[in-house]
């Protein structure tokens, strides 16, 4: 079965702490995105990746980078955690050509406190 | 700015109803359209897609296009307790391989 993995499914993290989350996927998809999530704001792209060391950035990426040095794995990096980046931190990827939609991760919950 | 139109909700049906869930979107050149379930504090899954004008039909789920309109749908037969959740439409951005999600419905299915 394929898989998408995000490696933490619950964070808490201190005001100001760099935070890694980690995101692979064994489909071989080129394509590869983060997203968050809060309630009565639906899905926010945050960056997305096509290609190895590519990265594009989303609707919100003030405060996060990414990394894609391996095709299987796209990093979100928080520089300096705030309250306001509490959320749900969505990972999806998909084939080139879209056909086949997103697969998603099982998500991880960031608390900053 | 490209956008995906859904009515929050809920909408509240009871057992063994159909449910009818819209969704508009805004960009003329998109070609794949996709329906997600979200359980609550689970990631989205993947009931549906449809590419074409017209129906499709997977077990008790419909997904329906209709391109001219900018109008996708999803018809859930005899709905069931377990198909309470949130039901996000999901348009591919014309040309590219990223999708533009709607905000989501939530259906409550009651006894």
């Known amino acids: 079965d394929v898989k998408v993995t995000q490696s933490s499914r619950y964070l808490v993290k201190r005001t100001g702490e760099k935070v890694f989350l980690e995101c692979v996927q064994d489909?071989?998809?080129?394509?590869m995105f983060w997203y968050r999530q809060d309630p009565g704001l639906g899905l926010r792209l945050i960056y997305f990746?096509?290609?190895?060391?590519?990265?594009e950035k989303g609707d919100i990426p003030e405060g996060y980078s990414v990394s894609r040095e391996k095709k299987e794995r796209f990093s979100l990096i928080l520089e300096s955690a705030s309250t306001n980046q509490t959320s749900m931190y969505l990972c999806?990827?998909?084939?080139?050509?879209?056909?086949?939609?997103?697969?998603f991760g099982s998500g991880t919950r960031l608390t900053v406190v | 700015q490209k956008e995906v139109e859904q009515n929050s909700g809920p909408l509240s049906v009871p057992e063994g109803a159909i449910a009818s869930l819209n969704c508009t979107y805004s960009d003329r050149g998109s070609q794949s359209f996709f329906w997600y379930r979200q359980y609550s504090g689970k990631s989205p899954e993947l009931i549906m897609s449809i590419y074409s004008n017209g129906d499709k039909e997977d077990g008790r789920f419909t997904a329906q296009l209709n391109k001219a309109s900018q109008y996708v749908s999803l018809l859930i037969r005899d709905s069931q307790p377990s198909d309470s959740a949130t039901y996000l439409c999901?348009?591919?951005?014309?040309?590219?391989?990223?999708?533009?999600f709607g905000a989501g419905t939530r259906l409550a299915v009651h006894p």
């Open positions: 990746s096509y290609d190895v060391k590519m990265k």
């Open positions: 489909m071989d998809h080129e394509n």
């Open positions: 999806a990827s998909i084939l080139s050509g879209g056909g086949y939609g997103y697969t």
């Open positions: 999901a348009v591919n951005e014309g040309g590219y391989n990223k999708l533009i």
